[in-house]
T-cell receptor, first 111, second 114 residues
Framework: GNSVTQMEGPVTLSEEAFLTINCTYTATGYPSLFWYVQYPGEGLQLLLKATKADDKGSNKGFEATYRKETTSFHLEKGSVQVSDSAVYFCALDQAGTALIFGKGTTLSVSS | DTAVSQTPKYLVTQMGNDKSIKCEQNLGHDTMYWYKQDSKKFLKIMFSYNNKELIINETVPNRFSPKSPDKAHLNLHINSLELGDSAVYFC?????????????FGSGTRLTVV
């Protein structure tokens, strides 16, 4: 069945450091891919998405590229801020199933 | 003007009780969901309704019963609560499942069973 694997956390960075959170997926066909962010005590917010191979999603300085050849959708940000501290979830969506999430990666950024 | 709203936000109750969580969306979406987030933050689908019809029913104890009176509402009723039911429950809705639009989530209901 479909699944999403993302790197285990926590990830601890200093402000202005470069961020990469790895995400790979297993799916038949052509799923849509998403990154969601969950700030402490809040619900999930859609951060960015890509719906087909080679698409790049971007938002708030975060980027991720849909790589079909490596079945990956890694999240990157060039310079993180303290306010980016949150839990990040990679997810895939495909017709006939519900959104499937990875286990989440906790990011902690210190000043 | 909250898009997906859940009530209550916090729920503390004793084992054996019956409780309900309500969810409403004002986005005009046809599909709604319930997810459970455990203490390790893992999110798992429980149920999905499309225009009041149950379309996804994962392996969930039958103590959990969803009800959708109309396509804007999806409530979750839990009978005979157990300690292991303690979690955060999220409601969500989507415009077109599998269509690449993503889901809109509520802010969650933190259920604590004591």
């Amino acid at each position: 069945g479909n699944s999403v694997t993302q790197m285990e956390g926590p990830v601890t960075l200093s402000e202005e450091a470069f961020l990469t959170i790895n995400c790979t997926y297993t799916a038949t066909g052509y799923p849509s891919l998403f990154w969601y962010v969950q700030y402490p005590g809040e619900g999930l917010q859609l951060l960015l998405k890509a719906t087909k191979a080679d698409d790049k999603g971007s938002n708030k300085g975060f980027e991720a590229t849909y790589r079909k050849e490596t079945t990956s959708f890694h999240l990157e940000k060039g310079s993180v801020q303290v306010s980016d501290s949150a839990v990040y979830f990679c997810a895939l969506d495909q017709a006939g199933t519900a959104l499937i999430f990875g286990k989440g990666t906790t990011l902690s950024v210190s000043s | 003007d909250t898009a997906v709203s859940q009530t209550p936000k916090y729920l503390v109750t004793q084992m054996g009780n019956d409780k309900s969580i309500k969810c409403e969306q004002n986005l005009g979406h046809d599909t709604m969901y319930w997810y459970k987030q455990d203490s390790k933050k893992f999110l798992k689908i429980m149920f999905s309704y499309n225009n009041k019809e149950l379309i996804i029913n994962e392996t969930v104890p039958n103590r959990f019963s969803p009800k959708s009176p109309d396509k804007a509402h999806l409530n979750l009723h839990i009978n005979s609560l157990e300690l292991g039911d303690s979690a955060v429950y999220f409601c969500a809705s989507s415009q077109d499942p599998g269509g690449g639009y993503g889901y809109t989530f509520g802010s969650g209901t933190r259920l604590t069973v004591v």
